[in-house]
């Protein structure tokens, strides 16, 4: 009998292709060039099961027509980049990698804040260009992080992971929104406090902090209205997904000194960053890092592998989204 015929539409960690390899009958993308919608299109036509990552783009017309595809193992717990209910009216199943790039995207989140409360990012240019003079009471003043407020948008796995290490790590205060009420006793754990809208969580916060998923139901969640309602000197964190924060609001309300500063790992329109963004000084750019550990992203490669494994078998795969 023959094997399933899967594409991986990027290259992974040696062991999560080396499990694929050996359960299927796989093509691996050798040159790890992200996919054009005409190559993801021809995609769908001769794969059993094609295996995306937050790279690809799958619109509704890469649906288009017929298909051969059963299943999408996506590499990554967000799925924005994919028409779901496209996929879903062909059939095709869509699972995520959820859980296992919990305590690194947390982690990420938090180099953010205390590299752009502490302007470790600047601190570094400077010395790197040679521009230090040496050390002076007002160089380089920035803000403390222990004991400040931080509000975080989305209290789900990794919501939950931040809010431990600002609070027991930091003695921060924490308070969130989230759609969904959140047992009291859970939100206890983290010392944490449930507030009824995004508006009350902004008042608030020292620091913000986005841990919502993307996609046109938060598109741009942080708009020109909401960078208004944010204290005066405060922060923003974004370790979710570009869509959620209007670029435009924020590069706006950076240059007004609105917001005191902000810390990125994901942009709108990846890989391109704004240049005006590129060029301040109170910002911390990093390059979509929060998954980026050695084990973390294997975890997650074998994830997809449990997932189109039972799939092909017959069951019900674990992290199944539509």
Same mark, same amino acid.
């Given at each position: 009998?023959?094997?399933?015929?899967?594409?991986?539409?990027?290259?992974?960690?040696?062991?999560?292709?080396?499990?694929?390899?050996?359960?299927?009958?796989?093509?691996?993308?050798?040159?790890?060039?992200?996919?054009?919608?005409?190559?993801?299109?021809?995609?769908?036509?001769?794969?059993?099961?094609?295996? @995306?990552?937050?790279?690809?783009?799958? @619109?509704?017309?890469?649906?288009? /027509?017929?298909?051969?595809?059963?299943?999408?193992?996506?590499?990554?717990?967000?799925?924005?980049?994919?028409?779901?209910?496209?996929?879903?009216?062909?059939?095709?199943?869509?699972?995520?990698?959820?859980?296992?790039?919990?305590?690194?995207?947390?982690?990420?989140?938090?180099?953010?804040?205390?590299?752009?409360?502490?302007?470790?990012?600047?601190?570094?240019?400077?010395?790197?260009?040679?521009?230090?003079?040496?050390?002076? #009471?007002?160089?380089?003043?920035?803000?403390?992080?222990?004991?400040?407020?931080?509000?975080?948008?989305?209290?789900?796995?990794?919501?939950?992971?931040?809010?431990?290490?600002?609070?027991? /790590?930091?003695?921060?205060?924490?308070?969130?929104?989230?759609?969904?009420?959140?047992?009291?006793?859970?939100?206890?754990?983290?010392?944490?406090?449930?507030?009824?809208?995004?508006?009350?969580?902004?008042?608030?916060?020292?620091?913000?902090?986005?841990?919502?998923?993307?996609?046109?139901?938060?598109?741009?969640?942080?708009?020109?209205?909401?960078?208004?309602?944010?204290?005066?000197?405060?922060?923003?964190?974004?370790?979710?997904?570009?869509?959620?924060?209007?670029?435009?609001?924020?590069?706006?309300?950076?240059?007004?000194?609105?917001?005191?500063?902000?810390?990125?790992?994901?942009?709108?329109?990846?890989?391109?960053?704004?240049?005006?963004?590129?060029?301040?000084?109170?910002?911390?750019?990093?390059?979509?890092?929060?998954?980026?550990?050695?084990?973390?992203?294997?975890?997650?490669?074998?994830?997809?592998?449990?997932?189109?494994?039972?799939?092909?078998?017959?069951?019900?795969? #674990?992290?199944?989204?539509?």
């Amino acid at each position: 009998m023959s094997r399933p015929r899967i594409l991986v539409t990027r290259r992974w960690p040696a062991a999560a292709e080396a499990a694929l390899a050996e359960r299927f009958d796989a093509t691996f993308n050798e040159k790890d060039i992200p996919l054009g919608l005409d190559q993801m299109r021809e995609a769908m036509t001769a794969y059993d099961a094609v295996l @995306p990552t937050v790279s690809d783009k799958l @619109p509704a017309s890469v649906f288009e /027509g017929d298909t051969r595809t059963k299943i999408l193992g996506n590499f990554g717990v967000g799925y924005n980049h994919i028409d779901i209910f496209a996929a879903k009216a062909k059939g095709i199943l869509v699972t995520n990698t959820p859980g296992v790039l919990t305590d690194c995207t947390a982690d990420i989140a938090m180099l953010l804040l205390l590299a752009v409360a502490r302007r470790g990012g600047e601190g570094e240019r400077q010395l790197r260009a040679g521009a230090w003079e040496g050390w002076c #009471p007002t160089h380089m003043i920035g803000t403390k992080v222990a004991g400040k407020t931080v509000g975080i948008i989305g209290f789900g796995r990794i919501g939950r992971a931040f809010a431990q290490r600002c609070h027991f /790590g930091f003695g921060m205060e924490v308070v969130f929104y989230n759609r969904s009420t959140i047992d009291a006793a859970e939100a206890a754990r983290y010392r944490a406090r449930q507030l009824a809208t995004i508006e009350e969580v902004l008042a608030a916060s020292d620091f913000v902090s986005l841990h919502c998923p993307g996609g046109s139901q938060n598109r741009h969640l942080m708009n020109a209205a909401r960078f208004a309602a944010m204290k005066p000197g405060a922060f923003l964190i974004n370790t979710a997904r570009g869509d959620v924060v209007d670029e435009a609001a924020l590069i706006n309300a950076l240059e007004t000194g609105s917001i005191r500063g902000a810390g990125l790992d994901v942009y709108e329109a990846e890989p391109q960053v704004p240049e005006k963004l590129k060029s301040m000084d109170n910002v911390v750019l990093l390059p979509h890092l929060g998954s980026a550990t050695q084990e973390t992203r294997t975890a997650m490669g074998m994830k997809v592998v449990e997932n189109i494994t039972n799939f092909f078998d017959g069951r019900e795969p #674990p992290d199944r989204v539509v």
